[in-house]
C-alpha cells in the first residue's frame, strides 16, 4: 500500500483565501493522520497573473496557521516541459488531436449555444480529420480525445458516488496554440509526478477530475483517491470570494484573531467529531477523517469565529498570551516599550476579560502603554470641582500607602464616598478618567495596582486635570 501524499496547489494569482486556507488544512491533517507526506504546490503557470509577493503570502499564511508543508514548495511552471511531452505522449497513442479551429470559429459556436440556451461543447470538428486536410501557417491547439459513449462514476470519499454522462465532457484543450499546458494537464502530470495518492479539494473541481481521470486513464497511471469538500458560503448564502471583507488569513490576524483559534474554527467548519468543539493540535491530527466532512455548504460566521478566539484567551497560558499580544503590537499598533512590558505581563489577567481580540487587550492595556494620558475629550469635561477634590484627596490618601492592594485601597475610596456624600461611581468615575483618559475600562483597583503608586500620583496630579 502507498504512502498516504496530498498536496495543496494554490495559484499565485492573489492573497490565499480562507476556503483555501481550510482546504490546506483537511489536507495536512489527513496526510498527518496516516503517516503521510503534505505538499504545497505553486501552480504558477499563469505567468501574467502569478507574482511573488502572493506566493509569500500564501507561504507566510499557511505557517501562521500551523500548516507546515513536507520538503521544498513546488513549483509548477519549472515542470512545463514534462506536461508538453505528456500531450505529444497522448497525441501519439491517439488519445489527443491536433484542432486547427480558429477563435471565431469557437466564439461562434459559443454564440449558438447561448442562443439555444444550452452549455456549450466544442463540436469536435476536427477529432477525426486526417493530417492532411490540415490548413497551413496555423498553430493547432491540442485537445484530449474525451470518451463520447457510456457514463463515469467518481467514487467520491465525501460525496459518495458521483455518476457522468461522458459526451457532456467536452474534448478539452490540453495545449494552447502557443504550446502552453493548460491547468487540467499540468495539475495531471504534476499529481502522477508527486505519487500524491489522495487529492481533497473543492467541489467546484468536480468536473476537472472527471477531466483528469480521463487522462490518468489514458496514460495507465493508478488513479488516486479523490475528495470533494462543499465550498464556505457567506451568511448570506453566497459563494465566499476574495473579494470578500475578511476572506484572507491577513484580515482576521489584523483584529487579533490568533492562529490557534482560527485554525480550530476552520477545523469544525464543515468537519464534526462527536460533540466536541475545541481541539489542540494532537487532537485534531489524531482525530481527523473525511467521513467528519459535511455535504453541504458552510456559512462562515465572524461572531462564531470571536467566540472561539475568546476561548483561547481565556484559556491558554498567559505568557504565550503576552507573546501573541506583543507581537501583534508590534505588527499592527506599536511595539510594546520594554519599561511597560512587566505591568503588562501582571495585568493580563483582568485586561483579557471579555476580551474577544489581541486587538482588545491592546486598547484595554493602552492606559499602561502610554507614557502620557489621552483624555477623551467629552469624558474630561465630566471633571467638575467636586471631582477635582476626589481626585486629590485621594492622591494625598495614596501617599501613605506602602503596599497597593484591593484590601489597603478599599478603605480610602470608602472614605471618599462618605466624607464627599458621592457613591462608588462618584469617586470611580473621576479616578478613572484621570488614570486612563476614559471613563470606560477595567476596574478601579486594577487600574491602580497595574500602574503602581508613582505613576498613579503623577497622573492623579496632571496640570490638565486642575
Request: charged share 30%; with cysteine; net charge positive.
Amino acid at each position: 500500500m502507498k504512502k498516504v501524499a496530498t498536496r495543496f496547489a494554490p495559484s499565485p494569482t492573489g492573497p490565499l483565501h480562507i476556503g483555501g486556507v481550510r482546504t490546506a488544512l483537511f489536507n495536512w491533517l489527513y496526510s498527518k493522520n496516516k503517516n503521510g507526506s503534505f505538499y504545497l504546490r505553486i501552480e504558477d503557470t499563469d505567468k501574467e497573473r502569478s507574482k511573488d509577493e502572493y506566493k509569500n503570502q500564501i507561504i507566510n499564511s499557511l505557517k501562521w496557521i500551523g500548516v507546515e508543508n513536507d520538503g521544498e514548495e513546488y513549483i509548477q511552471s519549472r515542470k512545463i516541459d514534462d506536461h508538453i511531452n505528456i500531450a505529444n505522449e497522448l497525441l501519439k497513442n491517439g488519445h489527443a488531436y491536433k484542432c486547427y479551429c480558429s477563435s471565431d470559429e469557437i466564439e461562434e459556436q459559443k454564440k449558438r449555444a447561448k442562443q439555444k440556451k444550452i452549455p456549450y461543447i466544442y463540436d469536435r470538428k476536427w477529432r477525426d480529420k486526417s493530417d492532411s486536410e490540415a490548413p497551413k501557417n496555423i498553430n493547432p491547439t491540442i485537445r484530449f480525445k474525451s470518451k463520447i459513449e457510456g457514463t463515469t462514476i467518481l467514487k467520491d470519499l465525501v460525496q459518495g458516488d458521483v455518476e457522468i454522462e461522458n459526451n457532456t465532457i467536452e474534448d478539452f484543450i490540453i495545449l494552447r496554440n502557443d504550446g502552453t499546458p493548460t491547468y487540467n494537464l499540468s495539475a495531471s502530470v504534476d499529481d502522477h509526478q508527486m505519487n500524491i495518492t489522495h487529492i481533497i479539494r473543492g467541489d467546484d473541481h468536480k468536473i476537472n477530475t472527471f477531466k483528469q481521470m480521463q487522462i490518468y486513464l489514458a496514460m495507465k497511471w493508478d488513479l488516486p483517491s479523490f475528495a470533494h469538500i462543499p465550498l464556505i458560503h457567506t451568511t448570506e448564502g453566497k459563494k465566499l470570494s476574495k473579494r470578500d471583507r475578511a476572506s484572507t488569513l491577513d484580515d482576521y490576524s489584523k483584529i487579533g484573531i490568533m492562529p490557534d483559534a482560527l485554525r480550530n474554527y476552520l477545523l469544525r467548519l464543515g468537519w464534526s467529531y462527536k460533540d466536541k468543539e475545541i481541539f489542540t493540535l494532537d487532537e485534531s491530527i489524531k482525530h481527523f477523517n473525511l467521513e467528519g466532512i459535511g455535504k453541504s455548504p458552510s456559512k462562515l460566521d465572524m461572531s462564531r469565529i470571536l467566540s472561539m478566539n475568546e476561548h483561547y484567551i481565556k484559556n491558554i497560558d498567559e505568557i504565550d498570551l503576552f507573546d501573541q499580544l506583543a507581537e501583534y503590537c508590534k505588527l499592527y499598533k506599536s511595539e510594546i516599550k520594554s519599561d511597560k512590558k512587566d505591568k503588562i505581563k501582571k495585568s493580563l489577567n483582568f485586561l483579557k476579560n471579555k476580551a474577544k481580540t489581541l486587538e482588545d487587550i491592546f486598547n484595554n492595556g493602552q492606559y499602561i502603554m502610554v507614557d502620557e494620558v489621552n483624555f477623551n475629550q467629552d469624558d474630561i469635561k465630566l471633571i467638575d470641582d467636586k471631582a477635582k477634590k476626589v481626585i486629590l484627596d485621594f492622591s494625598a490618601k495614596l501617599s501613605n500607602v506602602d503596599k497597593l492592594s484591593k484590601e489597603t485601597l478599599e478603605p480610602i475610596v470608602n472614605e471618599l464616598i462618605k466624607s464627599n456624600d458621592t457613591n462608588f461611581k462618584g469617586v470611580g468615575q473621576p479616578l478613572r478618567i484621570a488614570l486612563t483618559g476614559s471613563k470606560f475600562g477595567p476596574g478601579i483597583y486594577d487600574i491602580i495596582i497595574s500602574l503602581g503608586k508613582e505613576e498613579v500620583i503623577k497622573r492623579l496630579t496632571n496640570k490638565k486635570l486642575s
